[in-house]
């Protein structure tokens, strides 16, 4: 009987002895998660996704990251360990580009750097600054990289002047690539994202000829400019020859009531009486002639 019980014992001891290994053999559990390592981006330098033209304005989908895994990153090349795709967004193309062609630095100069109009201008062009409103300027809706039309509109007010040639309108110079709006020389550049923020320019710089640039001078000073903004899918449409003739538009091309107005009348011509008489007095007497 007492052996027994001394084995029933043990073998109690036993189970407890095992029981309590297996309790502290198991993890522990603490009250907070840990957190799983962030993924390490492998190092990738900027491409152009596209053929790309000198004096170009660099747009978002222009250039691309392409992976490195050829050691480490030469000095010169744009890095997306080091740099951000927007910091070279609106910058300025100094050479063409091949699609896939790594963008080193010093091939694009970014606005506010020395000479950047001078790179976006193609070469033996000119920057030619316009003044322009409101309404003339598309209500601050043309940014840097379109392309528009520049219309003259001119009035005349000569009293003999008919009804219908009281104002012309006619387009100058087509398809001009805009340089710049007031001093922001890219989209990005000038801050406004919201529409309903977007300033009122006071310039437009546009790229002519030398030909040209003379020529919107000379309508500056004429009548008053307007900007018609072109659309992308016809901006490879011919532009207007200097020497093309423009077919203007007139008043009356307008508003055919104005056909209906009378010419003003012309002013009566003075009539010419006989010149009147003139005395002339030799002493006392007088002699009228």
Not at 159 to 168: F, H, I, L, S, Y
Request: proline residues 7%; neutral net charge; glycine residues 8%.
């Amino acid at each position: 009987m007492l052996m027994r019980i001394l084995l029933i014992a043990l073998v109690s001891l036993s189970v407890g002895i095992v029981g309590l290994v297996v309790v502290r053999s198991m993890p522990k559990e603490t009250g907070t998660a840990v957190a799983a390592p962030v993924p390490v981006l492998g190092s990738a330098i900027l491409v152009a996704a596209r053929p790309i033209a000198a004096g170009s304005l660099l747009r978002a989908d222009d250039v691309r990251w392409q992976d490195w895994s050829s050691g480490d990153i030469p000095s010169g090349y744009y890095s997306r360990a080091a740099n951000q795709l927007d910091a070279v967004t609106g910058s300025v193309a100094r050479r063409n580009l091949v699609a896939n062609e790594p963008v080193m630095q010093g091939q694009i100069v970014s606005p506010g750097e020395r000479g950047f109009l001078a790179a976006v201008l193609t070469p033996g062009n000119r920057a030619v600054a316009v003044a322009v409103d409101a309404v003339s300027a598309a209500s601050g809706l043309i940014w840097p990289g379109d392309r528009v039309d520049l219309i003259l509109t001119q009035t005349f007010e000569q009293e003999d002047t008919k009804p219908t040639q009281k104002a012309v309108g006619e387009t100058v110079l087509s398809d001009l690539r805009v340089l710049a709006i007031d001093q922001h020389l890219n989209e990005a550049s000038s801050g406004q994202s919201d529409p309903g923020e977007l300033k009122v320019p006071r310039t437009v710089t546009l790229e002519a000829t030398s030909r040209q640039a003379e020529m919107i001078s000379v309508a500056s000073g004429l009548g008053r400019l307007a900007l018609a903004l072109r659309s992308v899918a016809t901006e490879h449409e011919p532009e207007i020859a200097l020497n093309e003739k423009v077919s203007p538009t007139w008043a009356a091309d307008v508003s055919p009531a104005l056909a209906l107005q009378k010419p003003p009348a012309k002013a009566a011509a003075p009539s010419h009486s006989a010149p009147a008489g003139v005395q002339i007095l030799r002493g006392s007497p007088r002699n009228g002639q």
